[in-house]
């Protein structure tokens, strides 16, 4: 990898289960959920890297890691080649201004109280960039950048007089407005309309090229992050099971999750892009234990002995690794 912007490096994060209200007041623990459990990726300059599985996999937790809303337990997370976990709170609010996120759900992380004005201004107003004369243009240029226009009008509206599609570009535009470097895309158009999911991903991706914007996609839907991305990572339980570029991921998906996932897309793909391998897997994710085997194993057609202890995860073709004993070394 040439030129990485953030490195994720052994990233772990356990949430202490705790069983009844007597336990949470004498603060036993019963164990951990292991929502982040040694995670590794490097993110090139101006990519877009997918983080892909289905909810609880963990990939929230990642994001929140990165962007150091929560503290890890164990690793680091380089950006520009500084280690954020180790920041104090004037660099770490430097941090802030290049690295923003998008939420999945756009009217839950804009005040419905306020103008699209106020709302898209608002981190400029947090950290004390420019006048009031300055921010407003500032907020106008933006709101241009990202297709809501007419901006005079726009501007002066609340969210509740917006599509879900509006509302998402207004939640984009508050993300620009500091222009910042790397974006965090939770979900970003996983709550609208399949017409406007195309919109608001051709939106990103301009917007990329032109700012040289760094993204990580999360996302449940391999559809979308096959559009979108040029890396992924597939997460599952808290571990990245298989990773790589993103055509040599979904052409050829070695991992049985994998392969799973892109069996459950439910439009058929016109163009062929996917593979589907037409596997069938067991159970539903949660009722694993997670006791030092592979974490999918409860789960799996293929499961063998050996499989009840830990696979690695290994390149098994250049840049395209896998965690599961079916690609021995
Ligand atoms: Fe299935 Fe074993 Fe591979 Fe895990 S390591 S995915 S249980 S074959």
Not at 21 to 27: F, M, Q, S, V
Not at 39 to 60: C, D, M, P, R
């Amino acid at each position: 990898m040439v030129n990485p912007v953030v490195k994720v490096q052994g990233l772990r994060k356990w949430f202490p289960i705790k069983r009844s209200l007597l336990e949470i007041i004498h603060a036993k623990v019963e164990g951990f959920v292991k929502a982040v459990d040694d995670v590794n990726f490097n993110i090139e300059k101006g990519n877009v890297f997918v983080l892909a599985g289905e909810s609880g996999s963990g990939k929230t937790t990642v994001a929140r890691l990165i962007l150091r809303a929560i503290e890890p337990d164990a690793g680091s997370v380089f950006f520009d080649n500084m280690d954020i976990t180790k920041l104090d709170n004037n660099d770490l609010k430097k941090f802030r201004i290049n690295a923003q996120m998008i939420h999945q759900d756009p009217y839950a992380s804009i005040d419905p109280r306020m103008r699209i004005l106020e709302i898209v201004m608002e981190p400029l107003t947090a950290y004390k960039i420019g006048s009031k004369k300055e921010k407003e243009e500032s907020v106008m240029k933006t709101l241009e950048e990202v297709r809501l226009e007419p901006v005079n009008d726009i501007a002066y509206r609340y969210p509740h007089m917006l599509s879900g599609g509006q509302r998402q570009r207004v939640a984009l535009a508050r993300a620009l407005i500091l222009k910042p470097k790397f974006i965090v895309a939770d979900e970003p158009v996983s709550m609208l309309d399949i017409s406007i999911r195309a919109e608001i991903l051709e939106l990103m991706q301009n917007l990329q090229k032109k700012h040289e914007i760094t993204y990580l996609y999360i996302t449940h839907d391999l559809s979308t992050a096959r559009y979108i991305g040029n890396d992924i990572a597939i997460m599952y339980l808290g571990k990245i099971v298989e990773k790589g570029p993103i055509d040599k991921v979904l052409l050829n998906p070695l991992h049985p999750y994998t392969q799973a996932l892109i069996d459950a897309i439910s439009e058929p793909d016109p163009n062929n892009r996917f593979v589907e391998k037409k596997i069938r897997i067991k159970n539903e994710m949660g009722k694993e234990i997670m006791y030092g085997g592979c974490n999918f194993e409860l789960r799996c057609p293929y499961a063998m002995d050996i499989c009840k202890t830990e696979p690695e995860l290994l390149e098994v073709e250049e840049s395209h690794y896998v965690s599961c004993f079916l690609y021995p070394k």
